[in-house]
């Protein structure tokens, strides 16, 4: 208000001395803002992403100390980063020096936009799955509600799917991998019908998750008696959770793909801030000033949906009529 221009060395002083406690407080205070504001409904819908932060430091490490066979620590010239890998584009290296930060975002099913709520930011070489429950930990002590939990294929390990699943409610669910499906006799692998038999004329129901069994429980789908085999069928059958077609919502269940259709607005926020809020090229050194850049990014954000800014519809040009040769006989 006292309009003053602050330099860049107050600024980064500044940015710097943020702890990740004042940065997620930062975040819970906006946060109930957002949900107070009405333009979120109680979803429970998540996703979980993350996305690759380069910094302008040379590649090459400054020192490497071998601790096994073919294992080493690189020491770069900022300690806090490190060499990880991503997805290979046709303008980038697969190999990175720097951060990944990872995002919790909520999303509404109807618009398809995603809030982000909850970065952390780790070193490059960190995998995906080990910032899961971390994340996970700070939503609960927050007060966010999760039900499903959309995420990429490195989040696709079958234990911690079974642990939230069981332990906290949530649904972790990931595309199907192709490697990891199983057989299982009376089930269609394109479909992922369940049958009792191959001679079952009809589909069984999806009966909810069993945590005593640790699988999906299967009914028998004759709701007039009319099969043939009524006298000799169990009418239940248990299928083992995996990470192919029987995740914690079994691809057999109506509506199944529609949350994996929602994981790609979850890379939204990381375009916004990367290419809106001068994300890219990364010019922050230490991981402190990389974690509360992202959290300014994201308050931003969440206040411009606020103020009704990403709600606004698109002008369309006027259309001009479309002038014609004239044909001369």
């Not at 642990?163 to 990891?180: A, C, G, H």
Request: hydrophobic letters at 35%; glycine letters at 6%; charged letters at 30%.
């Amino acid at each position: 208000y006292k309009r003053q221009t602050i330099d860049h060395s107050s600024l980064s002083n500044f940015r710097r001395s943020l702890t990740l406690e004042m940065c997620v407080n930062l975040m819970t205070y906006v946060t109930v803002l957002f949900l107070r504001s009405g333009r979120l409904e109680k979803s429970g819908v998540f996703a979980l992403d993350s996305t690759d932060v380069s910094v302008q430091i040379e590649s090459y490490p400054l020192s490497r100390i071998e601790v096994s066979e073919n294992e080493f620590i690189n020491f770069y010239g900022e300690l806090d980063c490190d060499c990880g890998a991503r997805r290979k584009k046709r303008d980038k290296s697969e190999r990175f020096v720097g951060y990944r930060v990872h995002t919790l975002c909520a999303i509404d099913p109807d618009t398809k936009h995603a809030f982000p709520f909850i970065s952390l930011a780790v070193a490059a070489n960190h995998h995906d799955s080990q910032v899961l429950s971390p994340i996970i930990d700070i939503a609960q002590a927050i007060g966010l509600e999760i039900k499903v939990l959309l995420g990429d294929d490195a989040y696709a390990d079958i234990d911690k799917k079974k642990d939230l699943l069981e332990n906290s409610d949530i649904m972790l669910v990931t595309p199907e991998k192709e490697k990891n499906k199983k057989t299982v006799d009376g089930t269609d692998p394109s479909t992922g019908e369940v049958r009792l038999s191959t001679e079952c004329p009809l589909p069984m129901k999806w009966d909810g998750y069993d945590q005593e069994l640790h699988g999906h429980v299967f009914v028998c789908g004759d709701e007039n008696n009319e099969c043939i085999f009524q006298h000799r069928c169990e009418k239940e059958k248990y299928i083992p959770l995996d990470s192919g077609a029987f995740g914690p919502i079994p691809k057999c269940v109506e509506l199944g793909q529609a949350p994996l259709d929602l994981r790609k607005v979850a890379e939204r926020p990381f375009n916004l801030m990367k290419h809106m809020d001068g994300m890219e090229p990364c010019r922050m050194r230490r991981k402190s000033s990389v974690t509360a850049q992202v959290t300014f990014s994201h308050i931003a954000g969440i206040m411009k949906v606020m103020a009704g800014q990403r709600s606004q519809k698109t002008k369309q040009a006027e259309k001009r009529p479309i002038q014609k040769e004239l044909q001369y006989a």
